[in-house]
T-cell receptor
Framework: DGGITQSPKYLFRKEGQNVTLSCEQN?????MYWYRQDPGQGLRLIYY???????QKGDIAEGYSVSREKKESFPLTVTSAQKNPTAFYLC?????????????FGAGTRLSVL | QQQVKQSPQSLIVQKGGISIINCAYE??????FPWYQQFPGKGPALLIA?????SEKKEGRFTISFNKSAKQFSLHIMDSQPGDSATYFC????????????FGQGTTLQVKP
């Protein structure tokens, strides 16, 4: 099956702990994105990457970090500096070439603080 | 300039009725306007999309109306069904080179049987 796989589905973070959310895609897409979703606030962009070994901050990058060592993988680390990490995190990807650039989303990871 | 404003925040419609969700934008450089549908606990999925050189696009019960001069676009769901109950997001593409999207705040639709 082609698509975007996010894991785990649920994640709990303790005080002062860093946690990493996984995002893998087998769509051969160039660009990948991380969004945070809070009730009533839509989708806010955390980081995005258009090519391996390169990424840019989105609107709410503070307290998060990413890497893009492989085209198919774009993990997100929620660091202890993120004081309000409880949210639904969504990973997305799209092909850069072509007119449509349709973004496809994973099923999300729900992060809660213990 | 980079914002997309969506309204209403929530909407309740009777089965068989018409659901209408509106979005407005400022940046005239936006070149692609998709709508996404999201069910609870799931990721958003592309529902329908339109380009600014088209005034209307219809796919089944879903229609996008686009007013370029007013910089507004809307989603109409005809004959709304309980299965349409979901959160809907409008979006605008800021660059065809990257596919980066700017999302509206979302509308939670409830269709009552």
């Amino acid at each position: 099956d082609g698509g975007i796989t996010q894991s785990p589905k649920y994640l709990f973070r303790k005080e002062g702990q860093n946690v990493t959310l996984s995002c893998e895609q087998n769509l051969n897409h160039d660009a990948m994105y991380w969004y945070r979703q809070d009730p009533g606030q839509g989708l806010r962009l955390i980081y995005y990457s258009q090519i391996v070994n390169d990424f840019q901050k989105g609107d709410i990058a503070e307290g998060y970090s990413v890497s893009r060592e492989k085209k198919e993988s774009f993990p997100l680390t929620v660091t202890s500096a993120q004081k309000n990490p409880t949210a639904f995190y969504l990973c997305a990807s799209n092909a850069i070439a072509g007119a449509k650039n349709i973004q496809y989303f994973g099923a999300g990871t729900r992060l809660s603080v213990l | 300039q980079q914002q997309v404003k969506q309204s209403p925040q929530s909407l309740i419609v009777q089965k068989g009725g018409i659901s209408i969700i509106n979005c407005a934008y400022e940046n005239t450089a936006f070149d692609y306007f998709p709508w996404y549908q999201q069910f609870p606990g799931k990721g958003p999925a592309l529902l329908i999309a339109i380009r600014p050189d088209v005034s209307e696009k219809k796919e089944g019960r879903f229609t996008i109306s686009f007013n370029k001069s007013a910089k507004q676009f809307s989603l109409h769901i005809m004959d709304s069904q309980p299965g349409d109950s979901a959160t809907y997001f409008c979006a605008a593409r800021s660059s065809s080179n990257t596919g980066k999207l700017i999302f509206g705040q979302g509308t939670t639709l409830q269709v009552k049987p």
